[in-house]
């Protein structure tokens, strides 16, 4: 299965100029790569000016390639495509960071009411969104039923401590909606260990963002307008000390006889959502939650989302689709939680 997230989550950030705080005595690093199938980047600041921009370089790839090692479906040998292999009733003990995310997965599923989901692989696959697939036709309903039997998070997965045993025959786990978001933030530890304090860091939308830019301001993120090809932006936050994540549905779909069928694949129904929302922004304390829980809330759309996020004090934000244009719906923590 793809990453269904990686054409639709875009977090923009608009950046002052460097010139000024270079001539403050500090410099700016910027240092871009690839992992989990897309791209990342990080910009710093060194106040210091003492930190080597190669050392910093490894320690990132090095903590990415860690990650791609416990939580890549592309990895025949990583933990969780051996978790994959496993056969029912199968129990793996897996490394303390993968039981980590695991464990939110859990704990998102449960909160969310189902809504997020990361053994929805297979329905992922059926409606044509998987790896170099694509449909323009309606599944059959013994297809749809079908799908289903290796689907549902509660039922199929069960973690205990370390140990992570497969319920259902044929159960996978997919970590695209929660594992860039767990990478991300451990770049930021990365960052934390060369004493740096002021950076930003982006895994495909998925972003981590403390202290202050370059310019001595919270780190200014563009939230995109949820349209096909308009790459505008829908407001700015400032966001400080703060992960965020923005799920949408908006760039991955296909349309039968006038009606859109979107990646955004609903675990309890096993069809592509209806409802008019077409993307959420969350804010949490890690990129890994603002990740899960930007999927979690799309899927249930704004009228359960916004319960859920109300509820568990949650930062979000829906844009949905209106008669005039787009309608956007802030959680009460939202406007709080933005630098």
Known sequence: MSDPLLLTRRSVFAMPLFLMACKKGWSVLELTGLT???????IAVDHSRNVDQAELQTAVDAALDRVNVQMSNWDAGSEISRFNAAAQGESLNVSPELAQVMQAAQDVHAASEGGFDVTVGALIDLWGFGAGQSRRDMPAESEIAEAMACCGQARSVDLQGSQLTKLTPGAEV?????GKGFGVDQVAKAMAGFGITDYMVEIGGDLYASGRNPDGQPWQIGIETPQAYDRGISQVVGLSGMGMATSGDYRNYFDVDGQRFSHIIDATSGRP?????????????????ADAWATALLVLGRERGLEIAER??????FIDRGADGFVTTASKR?????A
């Open 312 to 317: 568990k004090g949650i930062a979000a934000l």
């Open 174 to 178: 997919y970590l695209s909606s929660i």
């Open 273 to 289: 959502v209806t409802h008019d929302t077409a993307s959420v922004t969350v804010l949490t304390d890690t990129a890994m939650l």
């Open 36 to 42: 989990m199938g897309t791209g990342y980047s990080i």
């Open 334 to 338: 939202f406007a709080t939680a933005t």
